[in-house]
């Protein structure tokens, strides 16, 4: 399993999210909200509920969890793979959310298939004879990794910003050679109760049951 980072930053559980994802990943990158909460980026980069998360987070965040995100990077790579928080281009901050973006991600890495997150919303975007194509990606869309380059974002496990608070992930069968963007249910008030109990800002609680 892979992990495009932001593992803590919103979320009321924010040691044990390290832990389950130390366990089960092979490939696990840093998002810019981990960076804040590990002093490597400026924490007033983050105004109002996220900045107020950021440094609650800090206040309970194990050295051991604080161990693991240090080692991680924002960029990664795996056989005809790229992949990285936000973008080739800027791994750290830049959103893929554009035909722009989209070219300069595939512009910066040589590989046919590019990962990304950061933006929270799940998309497909292919390139294929000087051609941009796609968008966002529902439950259930099925990408052929042909020779076409593709690049994709799963969404977000925690917090989906595309209208569906369902968990989004993406499965890739490299048998196959085929991608399928996956949307699961989770107890959405059950992390809104926790959020609310920790004293998390209300705006982040709220937003989960949109997918806002």
């Not at 932001?6 to 089960?24: A, I, K, Q």
């Not at 998002?31 to 804040?36: I, K, P």
């Not at 959103?95 to 990962?115: M, S, T």
């Amino acid at each position: 399993m892979w992990c495009l980072g932001d593992l803590v930053g919103y979320g009321p559980s924010p040691n044990e999210c390290v832990s389950r994802v130390r366990e089960r990943t092979s490939l696990c990158l840093v998002g810019n909200h981990d960076l804040a909460v590990l002093d490597r980026i400026d924490l007033d980069l983050f105004v109002g509920p996220a900045g107020e998360a950021a440094r609650w987070t800090q206040t309970i965040l194990t050295d051991d969890a604080r161990r693991f995100l240090l080692t991680l990077e924002a960029a990664g790579a795996r056989e005809r793979v790229a992949l990285a928080h936000g973008s080739p281009r800027d791994p750290v901050w830049e959103y893929v959310l554009d035909d722009a973006a989209a070219a300069a991600a595939f512009a910066a890495v040589d590989e046919p298939l590019v990962l990304v997150g950061h933006s929270h919303v799940a998309l497909e975007i292919s390139l294929a004879d000087g051609s941009l194509r796609g968008g966002a990606a529902a439950d259930g869309t099925v990408v052929e990794l042909d020779d076409a380059r593709r690049l994709l974002n799963p969404g977000s496990v925690g917090q989906p910003r595309d209208g569906d608070p369902r968990a989004a992930w993406l499965v890739i069968d490299t048998e196959a050679a085929r991608a399928t963007f996956r949307r699961t249910e989770y107890p959405v008030e059950r992390t809104q109760a926790e959020m609310r109990n920790a004293g998390l800002p209300e705006v982040l609680a709220a937003r989960l049951e949109h997918g806002a």
